[in-house]
Structure formats: C-alpha cells, structure tokens
C-alpha cells in the first residue's frame, strides 16, 4: 500500500512538529492529538485552539503539523493522532487496502470561484494547456494525492501521454526551494503555500487545471478511526462543535483570523478564505472513486456511504 511506504520514519519525525498543548487548566479535559496539513481548509482548528474553543466544548487538543498527506492512515492506525486531516483518495485508497478509517466532519471544498490550487511555474517557463507540460518536470505534493490524480485526468482528458511528463512527488514546504533551483519547472501547491511561493518571485501563476478537471468537489475533510470514533461519540461531536465555531469566528473576525493564519502558518492566503464545508454527503466521494477506478488507483467500486461515520 503507497501509504504504509517507509511511514515509520515520517511518523516519528513528524511527532517533534508538535504544537504546544492546552494550558495546565485544560489537564483534566479528554486530550486528543489532531494532525493537519499546512493549507487555509484548516485554519479553523488552528482559530479554535487560540480562542480557547476547543476547551470551551470540554476537550484539550494538541494541533500537529503533519505536510504529507500519506501518513495520515497509519498514524491514525497506530493513534499517534487521533483526528486528522484526509483528502477523498487517502479514506478511499485506506478502505481499499483494509483498513477500517471515517470521514467525521467536512473541511472546506475546492471550487472555480475560489480556486486554491493550480499550477504555477518558475522564471521563463511558460504553461498554458496541458500539452505544454510535455519534457516538463512537474511536483505533486503526493502520488494517488488528490491533486496529483486531477493532473492525471487534466493530461488524460487532453490527450497527453503521462510518460511524456515527469511528475515529482515533493513536500509542497520544498516546492519552492525546488522551483528556484530548476529540479522542477512546474509545481502544484494549495494555499496559502501557493501565493508565498509566488510572493518570493519564484513563480508565477499559471493553469487552473484543477477545476477545469471538476470545479466543485470535496477538497478536504477531517477522519478518524471508525473505533476511536464510536468509542469517543462525546469527543467526536466535542471535535466537530469546535470546528463550527472556529469557521463561525473566521467569518466574524476577518482580520484576527488573518492574523492567526499568518501566526501559525507563516504566510497568508492573499485571496480569500477557504471554502469551509462542514456537511458530508456519500456523493461527496462518488466523483472520486470513479476517478480512481478510471486511472486504475482503485480495483473494485465502494459503498460511499460506509466511509461517513453516522
């Protein structure tokens, strides 16, 4: 399984990322560990552990950073992390390998009039269709990511040969490092690590590949465990309270959510928010598992139904 690929070092190295626990009068709340990666769809958690809101609804949460989105399921697994963040094809591709992990509440979705994700090229390359991309060297933050299967579609659907590209799985931290140096000429980031790297001049903005390939789909969204979730219903609703009222504040409070974003993120998306989606649907991963099935990612169809905890 692509996932379970050398995950212990990742893991371990991953835990020292750790962001400071609760203080000491949280002690006696549930703890519960939550991995997320470095893009604006989270910023949410981040908000609810600043503003005290996570211990509001009776839980101490420790946020840590977790940028490659392929360990998730086997620290799940193993409960280095109890939520996490997930994208469609990391729950899929979990289900698939035989291990038995939920969707438990929505995070924000990927649609064209708030686009979050594109390609971007460094100084003197210049990519304006899919053919384009032919003897480039292009980064995914990922293979079977959820970005890198729509840049698999985008070519398929433009009918360019995917050996003729050369696709890179690189840590979206690094792309920029890689731009600057050449080892890619193309890269694929989300925000708000796309506009920090455009902002350093190491890239321009270039095809919105991604929504041409489906311009409203769900980008990201928070999963557990199916057993520590229905052992833990309290912490689950506790969990999905809070995200709620950490979108509630963002909308409230533009500007102090920026500030948190900038504070735990390094950088801010110079666009707009996400688009937060809480709310998930079993047809929210129909598109996905056809598009896995489609590429060859995934053997056999799935009950998306079963994915969702109830």
Do not use: C
Request: hydrophobic residues 50%; aromatic residues 8%; glycine residues 6%.
């Amino acid at each position: 399984m692509f996932f379970l690929r050398n995950m212990w070092f990742p893991v371990f190295a991953l835990l020292a990322t750790a962001v400071a626990t609760q203080p000491a009068s949280s002690q006696a709340l549930p703890k519960i560990t939550v991995g997320l990666g470095p893009a604006v769809d989270f910023l949410p958690a981040f908000v609810a552990r600043d503003k005290g809101i996570f211990e509001k609804h009776g839980i101490d949460v420790t946020l840590l950073i977790v940028p490659t989105p392929s360990v998730v399921p086997p620290m799940l697994v193993s409960q280095s992390v109890q939520i996490a963040y997930a994208t469609p094809p990391n729950l899929l591709l979990a289900d698939e390998g035989g291990l038995d992990l939920v969707a438990i509440e929505g995070a924000a979705r990927l649609v064209k009039s708030n686009a979050k994700i594109s390609l971007i090229t460094r100084s003197g390359v210049t990519v304006q269709r899919a053919e384009d991309l032919k003897g480039l060297k292009v980064g995914v933050p990922g293979f079977n990511s959820i970005i890198e299967l729509f840049l698999r579609k985008w070519l398929l659907d433009h009918k360019v040969p995917r050996d003729q590209v050369t696709v890179i799985e690189s840590p979206m931290l690094q792309m920029g490092d890689m731009l600057k140096s050449a080892q890619l000429d193309a890269t694929t980031p989300i925000e708000p690590i796309r506009g920090r790297i455009i902002a350093s001049g190491a890239a321009s903005m270039s095809v919105d590949f991604f929504s041409e390939v489906n311009p409203d789909v769900l980008g990201s969204f928070w999963m557990s465990t199916r057993e520590w979730a229905t052992s833990h219903r309290k912490e689950v609703e506790a969990f999905r309270a809070s995200i709620v009222d950490g979108i509630a504040f963002i909308t409230a409070n533009p500007d102090e959510a920026k500030a948190i974003e900038q504070k735990d993120m390094g950088f801010v998306d110079p666009s707009s928010m996400a688009t937060f989606a809480t709310k998930l649907e079993a047809k929210d991963f129909d598109f996905m598992i056809k598009l896995a099935l489609e590429l060859g990612v995934m053997k056999q169809p799935i009950d998306a139904g079963k994915l969702i905890l109830n």
